[in-house]
């Protein structure tokens, strides 16, 4: 049965007064009370927001950050069931949104996806991997964490104390599968474009190199080889590469 | 579960010692389906461990059973999964809404006491209930203040229970925050209730937060008269599991072990 006009608008108009706080015309028994809904409502969202952006939070500052929340809430329908994806959704509504704290802060978009970016490779769902032992990594397909997310940015925000300083940051961000934490590792552009090419290619890791080093007119190819090697062995030791691929 | 087994709510802050209690400290946990599901590494470690050590009961947020909006299907099939997954037989809810013009609100607004919203939910349990292949039990929630209501909130909610095949979750402290914010009588409420389609039970704290309003908190000790409306209804209902809801706020875990055991002691004395 659906429901009758007067009832669905009580309801809505409830609802509406929750995320934006403009107490609208309702039949309440005691309308005094109503405030409390709106501020458990708009707790829960802010301790929600202020829990996975707290870096960001803390940056723009309480009263921007306050504002941000207010008009995220007021103007966005949040359509995730489950409170802990929730917060990604400010991401998309700025996204989608002139909203001026984007020209305050240049680098907000940038920070706030960064430590989404924490949130999102510690909740992401366990995957089957099938790789063995990696024994000569040169001439392997390696095999790489589901859990890598290969990052630019154009702001510090892994150094988020000073983020001013504009240019090219490569980040890899993984959760690793010895103990189940978030990394982030800085690394160069050139082994952006290895792990890459390893990550949507079949190609093994020393084809990746010599033609990565081709693209950048690096022409070295022993010494290529020799710190592509030292580098894949270490991404080994950190799980970011889980081993080679099943013969 | 065996009935009148004595549980407690399974949050991460309190996982480790929940982990390490002795065996019979508590007979099951009880956690939040929302805050579990799809998710992987430490949580889904933490979570298959308490499974085998516990059995568990889950308690859901954002079904939002009296929404005006469309039940949120794909949500329900993945909790579906969920209870599967873990053997789960109890699967709760709130007589509340969370979400309306498809936004979530992540708290329990009111239903209007509405003749109209019992209809209106009672298909959408039996909507629920053909998705879970559970019997869906909802809870009586703590409200500040009825909205446009025609009734009060006991005829509300035994015309739910009435006309659909759910069961309730009866919350104690909500029967005495309703109580005082509305200022009625919790025998007459008891009395009037169905406690016949009781399949669980839940206590917690509140907070006064002043001479007119309790909030129904989580985030407190369990005081003296909530304790005695669960003495109250346990002598009139069918033995069912007794779960301690703590959320936030949390003591030493001694204390909240002490809350157990004045639980089975009220449980052993009414069984006595």
Same mark, same amino acid.
């Given at each position: 049965?659906?429901?009758?006009?007067?009832?669905?608008?009580?309801?809505?108009?409830?609802?509406?007064?929750?995320?934006?706080?403009?107490?609208?015309?309702?039949?309440?028994?005691?309308?005094?009370?109503?405030?409390? $809904? /709106?501020?458990?409502?708009?707790?829960?969202?802010?301790?929600?927001?202020?829990?996975?952006?707290?870096?960001?939070?803390?940056?723009?500052?309480?009263?921007?950050?306050?504002?941000?929340?207010? *008009?995220?809430?007021?103007?966005?329908?949040?359509?995730?069931?489950?409170?802990?994806?929730?917060?990604?959704?400010?991401?998309?509504?700025?996204?989608?949104?002139?909203?001026?704290?984007?020209?305050?802060?240049?680098?907000?978009?940038?920070?706030?996806?960064?430590?989404?970016?924490?949130?999102?490779?510690?909740?992401?769902?366990?995957?089957?991997?099938?790789?063995?032992?990696?024994?000569?990594?040169?001439?392997?397909?390696?095999?790489?964490?589901?859990?890598?997310?290969?990052?630019?940015?154009?702001?510090?925000?892994?150094?988020?104390?000073?983020?001013?300083?504009?240019?090219?940051? $490569?980040?890899?961000?993984?959760?690793?599968?010895?103990?189940?934490?978030?990394?982030?590792?800085?690394?160069?552009?050139?082994?952006?474009?290895?792990?890459?090419?390893?990550?949507?290619?079949?190609?093994?890791?020393?084809?990746?190199?010599?033609? +990565?080093?081709?693209?950048?007119?690096?022409?070295?190819?022993?010494?290529?080889?020799?710190?592509?090697?030292?580098?894949?062995?270490?991404?080994?030791?950190?799980?970011?590469?889980?081993?080679?691929?099943?013969? | 579960?065996?009935?009148?087994?004595?549980?407690?709510?399974?949050?991460?802050?309190?996982?480790?010692?929940?982990?390490?209690?002795?065996?019979?400290?508590?007979?099951?946990?009880?956690?939040?389906?929302?805050?579990?599901?799809?998710?992987?590494?430490?949580?889904?470690?933490?979570?298959?461990?308490?499974?085998?050590?516990?059995?568990?009961?889950?308690?859901?947020?954002?079904? +939002?059973?009296?929404?005006?909006?469309?039940?949120?299907?794909?949500?329900?099939? @993945?909790?579906?999964?969920?209870?599967?997954?873990?053997?789960?037989?109890?699967?709760?809810?709130?007589?509340?809404?969370?979400?309306?013009?498809?936004?979530?609100?992540?708290?329990?607004?009111?239903?209007?006491?509405?003749?109209?919203?019992?209809?209106?939910?009672?298909?959408?349990?039996? @909507?629920?209930?053909?998705?879970?292949?559970?019997?869906?039990?909802?809870?009586?929630?703590?409200?500040? +203040?009825?909205?446009?209501?025609?009734?009060?909130?006991?005829?509300?909610?035994?015309?739910?229970?009435?006309?659909?095949?759910?069961?309730?979750?009866?919350?104690?402290?909500?029967?005495?925050?309703?109580?005082?914010?509305?200022?009625?009588?919790?025998?007459?409420?008891?009395?009037?209730?169905?406690?016949?389609?009781? /399949?669980?039970?839940?206590?917690?704290?509140?907070?006064?937060? +002043?001479?007119?309003?309790?909030? *129904?908190?989580?985030? @407190?000790?369990?005081?003296?008269?909530?304790?005695?409306?669960?003495?109250?209804?346990?002598?009139?209902?069918?033995?069912?599991?007794?779960?301690?809801? /703590?959320?936030?706020?949390?003591?030493?875990?001694?204390?909240?072990?002490?809350?157990?055991?004045?639980?089975?002691?009220?449980?052993?004395?009414?069984?006595?």
């Amino acid at each position: 049965m659906k429901l009758s006009d007067e009832t669905y608008e009580q309801q809505a108009a409830l609802a509406s007064y929750c995320r934006d706080g403009h107490l609208p015309k309702l039949d309440a028994t005691i309308p005094d009370n109503l405030n409390q $809904y /709106r501020r458990l409502v708009f707790n829960i969202i802010s301790d929600a927001l202020g829990t996975s952006y707290p870096i960001s939070a803390k940056k723009v500052g309480a009263d921007d950050w306050e504002q941000l929340v207010d *008009d995220f809430f007021s103007n966005y329908p949040c359509s995730s069931a489950q409170i802990w994806s929730m917060p990604y959704e400010l991401i998309t509504y700025l996204e989608s949104d002139e909203h001026p704290i984007k020209l305050k802060f240049p680098w907000l978009m940038e920070l706030l996806h960064f430590e989404w970016l924490e949130v999102e490779i510690f909740c992401d769902e366990d995957e089957e991997v099938h790789a063995e032992k990696s024994t000569e990594v040169l001439n392997e397909k390696l095999v790489i964490n589901p859990t890598l997310r290969l990052e630019h940015f154009t702001f510090p925000v892994h150094k988020a104390i000073e983020l001013k300083e504009q240019g090219d940051y $490569y980040l890899l961000a993984y959760r690793s599968s010895e103990n189940d934490k978030v990394y982030f590792e800085e690394i160069t552009g050139f082994l952006a474009l290895v792990i890459h090419q390893i990550a949507n290619t079949e190609l093994i890791l020393r084809d990746i190199l010599i033609e +990565s080093g081709k693209k950048l007119g690096i022409t070295d190819e022993h010494v290529l080889l020799q710190e592509g090697k030292v580098f894949a062995e270490k991404m080994l030791q950190k799980t970011v590469f889980l081993g080679k691929e099943l013969a | 579960m065996k009935n009148y087994q004595v549980g407690l709510g399974y949050r991460r802050d309190i996982s480790e010692e929940i982990m390490s209690l002795a065996p019979g400290t508590i007979d099951f946990i009880e956690l939040a389906p929302e805050n579990w599901m799809n998710i992987g590494g430490q949580w889904k470690k933490d979570l298959k461990a308490a499974a085998e050590k516990y059995p568990m009961t889950v308690h859901g947020l954002s079904l +939002s059973i009296g929404s005006p909006d469309e039940l949120d299907i794909p949500f329900l099939k @993945q909790v579906k999964a969920f209870l599967d997954e873990y053997n789960i037989d109890i699967y709760s809810e709130h007589l509340s809404y969370s979400k309306c013009d498809n936004a979530h609100l992540y708290d329990l607004l009111p239903i209007p006491f509405r003749k109209d919203a019992v209809k209106h939910i009672v298909k959408r349990i039996q @909507q629920v209930q053909d998705i879970l292949e559970r019997e869906l039990v909802l809870e009586n929630v703590s409200y500040y +203040s009825a909205i446009a209501p025609e009734m009060d909130e006991v005829d509300f909610i035994n015309a739910i229970l009435e006309e659909s095949n759910c069961g309730m979750l009866l919350d104690v402290n909500n029967i005495y925050v309703n109580a005082f914010n509305h200022k009625y009588d919790i025998d007459d409420f008891i009395h009037r209730l169905n406690l016949q389609r009781t /399949r669980y039970i839940h206590i917690a704290g509140h907070e006064k937060v +002043s001479d007119t309003l309790i909030i *129904d908190t989580h985030g @407190q000790a369990i005081i003296d008269p909530v304790y005695e409306i669960l003495e109250k209804v346990i002598d009139k209902t069918k033995p069912v599991p007794v779960l301690l809801e /703590r959320d936030f706020n949390f003591p030493q875990f001694d204390e909240l072990i002490g809350e157990i055991k004045q639980i089975r002691s009220i449980i052993n004395k009414v069984e006595a």
